[in-house]
């Protein structure tokens, strides 16, 4: 199947639980694409709609946790387009509200690349900054 991606180590931001998030939310994204494929049970779909909706709020607020207790200095820009991609991912529930079968593969996969874009080129920014901060405080816990 040509929609479903895997992750990478390229997407990797270097924060073992935020990895694990990163991972989650794409296999959720698969799951749906196949689930779709496949013609699965509309019930199905839209929990699962609502699952992704629910744990990307989840990880989104992880992440930035984890970039706020460090004083990431772009940590408000970072915060502006993970609320974007919630206002999207609304929109797939929004879709599916009346009727499962609303859902168009396309817009799925549109989000899940918009997702993995996120990754590759926003949150690789906060990489080198959340090193830096590991560093100091390893080095302040050695003395």
């Given at each position: 199947m040509t929609h479903i991606i895997?992750?990478?180590?390229?997407?990797?931001?270097?924060?073992?639980?935020?990895?694990?998030?990163?991972?989650?939310?794409?296999?959720?994204?698969?799951?749906?694409?196949?689930?779709?494929?496949?013609?699965?049970?509309?019930?199905?779909?839209?929990?699962?709609?609502?699952?992704?909706?629910?744990?990307?709020?989840?990880?989104?607020?992880?992440?930035?946790?984890?970039?706020?207790?460090?004083?990431?200095?772009?940590?408000?820009?970072?915060?502006?387009?993970?609320?974007?991609?919630?206002?999207?991912?609304?929109?797939?529930?929004?879709?599916?509200?009346?009727?499962?079968?609303?859902?168009a593969i396309e817009d799925i996969?549109?989000?899940?690349?918009?997702?993995?874009?996120?990754?590759?080129?926003?949150?690789?920014?906060f990489i080198p900054f959340c090193?830096?901060?590991?560093?100091?405080?390893?080095?302040?816990?050695?003395?």
């Open positions: 895997e992750w990478d180590e390229k997407y990797s931001v270097d924060v073992p639980e935020l990895d694990e998030c990163q991972k989650q939310l794409m296999n959720m994204f698969n799951t749906l694409i196949e689930m779709k494929t496949n013609k699965g049970d509309a019930k199905d779909v839209a929990n699962l709609v609502n699952d992704i909706n629910e744990f990307s709020r989840i990880f989104f607020s992880k992440e930035e946790k984890v970039l706020g207790q460090k004083g990431y200095p772009d940590l408000d820009t970072h915060s502006k387009t993970h609320r974007r991609f919630i206002k999207k991912a609304i929109g797939l529930r929004r879709e599916i509200a009346e009727d499962v079968d609303n859902l996969v549109e989000l899940r690349d918009w997702l993995v874009t996120h990754f590759e080129s926003t949150d690789i920014l090193r830096i901060h590991r560093y100091v405080d390893e080095c302040e816990n050695k003395k």
